[in-house]
């Protein structure tokens, strides 16, 4: 069981948490004008790092909000988690 | 390859079982192949086995970073069945599970392949509704497949509690007969063997780290025991389709994530048929030898370590207990766990890439075992020819650029 550390809560269990996958993705500023290619990439392609992995994480039992964590794909270590729009999306793994 | 039969172990008995030949060699690489496989899983050993048997090419390589059949070939809950919803998932299915049909004899090898029947129980109306859409649209495909009520699950099984009052009251299944169990290792053993009986060297702990290109092709590998060069790769490495996708140079639609089972110390027979439950992600057998051989889902997260965690482990056997209340002081004497490649629409990906030379055969997800003599044919009909055949065509890559989705997840979800 992870001991997740939400930004807003505290240490808390892995169970009153929802994943949302790899984080920082970006949606396209104007869908309508940028190729399949682009929308694919943006819509299914994800980095899957085996390593150090930006993802998000909804505290759906706590209070509910949003957040990235830094987290260790092997050994599931979790480095740090912030709010969102804390970081700069172009700066992190 | 000395072919086994009961002569050979009449006289392997003899002599106290002490000359028995080695299943196969244990090969140094060669500086060249015409194709290197990576992955020695069961779909990379099959897929070097149909390249021998149907198109001839025997100079192969199978490169594995850790020993065959020890990754998710080995860690799977052995169940084999073809009830998928969409015609081309069904289709690819139902061509593997009929070569499951007479494969123990082609192989020469006890796959253990048991007929014994898959139930997938219904838990709400909605869930029948989904389950008997399934089973029209399989029998529309050909694949045997029939809806039971809830007196029939219980004459199948009378172990199982159909009582209304439970959390998941049991309305009906889906039934394939034809379903079952088959030993996850002898697969890769069975399939190890023939293949090295072709030529193929299967080279053990010998892990790929890179992949080398010239003008926009892929010409060699290079691994923990030195460059490879290869005329064509194709790559079946399950979890970490993305790793060698990341070496390669293109992205690829895929999380991996843990997955996991368990069995139980063993007990008289009491359970013979698969019993799955997608709505409250637990399935579960019997073993031969008496264990209860049970899995949960998948972690949420993305995940590489081989283990899955605690939280879900007793989801699943809560609700497995639920379901078989006699099964409630059982004890789980091992757990484990594999890393799955799931794509979004819960269907493989068998094909070409957008490098030259380089094939891939990835996202099985949760669900990849039962397809490993299908995956294997259709891979080496795909390197062979250099193009795709009818049954993997809509697997492609490109689909997740088109948007022609096979949505899978209703019949895919659980079952493994």
């Known amino acids: 069981m992870l001991m997740i550390d939400c930004p807003w809560c505290g240490n808390r269990d892995e169970s009153e948490f929802m994943y949302g996958g790899e984080g920082n993705i970006v949606r396209p500023q104007d869908p309508e004008s940028i190729s399949d290619d682009s929308w694919s990439d943006y819509l299914f392609m994800r980095k899957n790092t085996k390593g150090l992995y930006m993802e998000q994480w909804l505290h759906s039992y706590g209070c509910r909000r949003w957040f990235l964590a830094e987290r260790e794909t092997v050994s599931y270590e979790i480095l740090n988690t912030h709010k969102i729009g804390e970081i700069n999306p172009e700066s992190k793994s | ?72 070939t080995g860690r799977n809950t052995e169940i084999v069945r073809s009830n998928y919803l969409w015609d081309e998932a069904a289709q690819l299915y139902e061509f593997s599970l009929k070569l499951w049909q007479n494969l123990s004899s082609e192989l020469n090898f006890n796959l253990m392949y048991s007929k014994k029947g898959v139930l997938n129980l219904g838990h709400s109306l909605q869930d029948m509704r989904d389950i008997s859409r399934r089973v029209n649209a399989n029998r529309l495909n050909g694949i045997d497949s029939e809806l039971l009520s809830t007196e029939e699950v219980k004459g199948l099984v009378p172990i199982i509690n159909t009582s209304p009052d439970t959390r998941y009251p049991i309305l009906g299944a889906s039934l394939q007969k034809r379903g079952g169990t088959a030993r996850h290792d002898g697969v890769a053993w069975g399939f190890g063997r023939a293949a090295d009986a072709f030529g193929v060297d299967i080279i053990q702990g010998c892990e790929v780290v890179g992949i080398r290109q010239e003008d926009g092709s892929a010409v060699g590998v290079d691994t923990t025991k030195g460059y490879i060069k290869a005329k064509k790769i194709g790559v079946a490495v399950a979890g970490h389709s993305t790793v060698l996708a990341n070496m390669a140079g293109f992205r690829l639609p895929i999380e991996t994530h843990p997955l996991q089972a368990w069995v139980t110390d063993p007990i008289k027979p009491v359970l013979d048929v698969v019993v799955m439950s997608n709505s409250v992600h637990a399935y579960v ?118 948007g022609k989705l096979i949505d899978e997840h209703g019949a895919a979800g659980v079952a493994h």
């Open chain 2, 1 to 72: 390859m000395k072919r086994y039969s009961l002569f050979s172990l009449v006289r392997n008995g003899i002599n106290h079982h002490s000359n028995w030949d080695r299943v196969w060699r244990n090969p140094n690489p060669r500086p060249e192949y015409d194709v290197v496989i990576i992955g020695g899983g069961g779909h990379g050993l099959a897929t070097a086995y149909y390249l021998a048997k149907e198109h001839k090419i025997t100079k192969i390589a199978v490169l594995e970073k850790g020993y065959i059949g020890g990754g998710n």
């Open chain 2, 285 to 402: 057998s019997q073993t031969d030898r008496g264990e209860l051989l049970a899995g949960a889902g998948i972690d949420a997260y993305v995940g590489y370590g081989q283990r899955g965690s605690f939280s879900v482990l007793e989801h699943a056997a809560s609700s497995i207990i639920e379901l078989f209340p006699i099964f409630s002081r059982i004890r789980v004497v091992r757990q484990w766990g594999g890393i799955v490649d799931t794509t979004p629409d819960a269907c493989p990906i068998i094909g070409k890439t957008p490098l030259k030379g380089l094939f891939l055969n990835c996202g099985w997800g949760t669900g990849g075992y039962k397809a490993t003599p299908g995956s294997g044919w259709v891979f080496a009909y795909t390197i062979a020819n250099d193009t795709p055949h009818n049954l993997n065509e809509p697997f492609s890559l490109e689909r997740f650029i088109t």
